[in-house]
């Protein structure tokens, strides 16, 4: 018989789907292992908890990451993977889970590393995916100056030279029969919550870019538009649902777009004032 292989924390960036495999595995191996046998293992009382925890009608704790950690005969370094995981996941803000993030980054076999930190890296300044959208409607060979004074705001040489370097790393970009860069179709993947956080810093980014363009650029170059108003949740969900639509609709005119010349940012918000009654 084939022997199964123990589940890897470290190919993990979700601590409740490593706690789900877990379990299976463990189930798949010993019948007899169960809720109620990990939670007296771990020192708990309810035998319901943990999949509380694994369907996400409630957290893990402080107090009880040590003790799943060694009910499950975690290492030193994989318990501090492990509780490293959970704060990742339970983060609240931007920056807290960027903390959390970097701080998986330095197991050097985990997932975060191998597969994530390009990913990220991605994400982490505007000008990536900007130069990479550039490309395609200028040729550029290795003139990393005339890459950064085209876009605006400009960047540094060395900027433009490190964008390169990253995108043609990461599969996005590549050089033609004439030698100049452009744009390969390669998706930019990660896990969800890795997903969540790139996405999460790259619009805080450009809504800060935003900001500066009603300095930068003349009216006529932009539209910059606030509406303030009270509505029932239904109506705000419809709102969604037709800025959802309105998105689509202009994705439809940027595919039918030819003898493009310029690299545009379009950004959409909406976002409560007031706190909702229940």
């Known amino acids: 018989m084939e022997k199964q292989k123990s589940v890897n924390i470290y190919d993990y960036t979700n601590y409740r789907q490593y706690l789900r495999d877990y379990y299976e595995k463990q189930k798949a191996k010993n019948p007899a292992f169960s ?17 509380d925890i694994v369907d996400g009608r409630t957290g893990i704790t402080r107090s009880l990451i040590l003790r799943f950690a060694r009910a499950m005969k975690l290492t030193p370094k994989q318990q501090e993977y492990f509780e490293t995981l959970v704060y990742f996941n339970e983060a609240k803000t931007v920056d807290e889970k960027q903390l959390y993030f970097e701080r998986l980054l330095k197991f050097y076999n985990s997932k975060a590393y191998r597969m994530d930190a390009s990913q990220y890296e991605y994400y982490s300044q505007w000008y990536y995916c900007a130069i990479r959208e550039l490309l395609a409607i200028d040729n550029f060979s290795d003139d990393y100056a005339k890459i950064a004074q085209s876009l605006n705001p400009t960047i540094r040489t060395d900027q433009a030279k490190k964008a390169i370097r990253v995108l043609k790393k990461l599969g996005l970009i590549s050089k ?37 363009a009603i300095d930068r650029h003349p009216a006529h170059d932009r539209d910059i538009s606030t509406v303030t108003f009270s509505v029932s949740k239904k109506t ?18 940027i595919e039918r777009s030819e003898n493009e010349d310029r690299v545009c940012q379009l950004n959409m918000q909406l976002f409560p004032l007031t706190r909702t009654k229940e």
């Open 176 to 212: 033609n029969k004439q030698a100049y860069y452009k744009a390969v179709d390669t998706i930019v993947t990660t896990g969800p919550d890795v997903k969540s956080l790139n996405i999460a810093r790259f619009q805080q980014a450009m809504m800060d870019l935003a900001k500066e």
């Open 35 to 51: 809720y109620r046998y990990f939670a007296k293992k771990a020192g708990f009382n309810s035998s319901g908890l943990y999949k």
């Open 236 to 253: 705000c969900d419809d709102i969604k649902a037709e800025l959802t639509a309105c998105r689509k609709r202009i994705l439809a005119m």
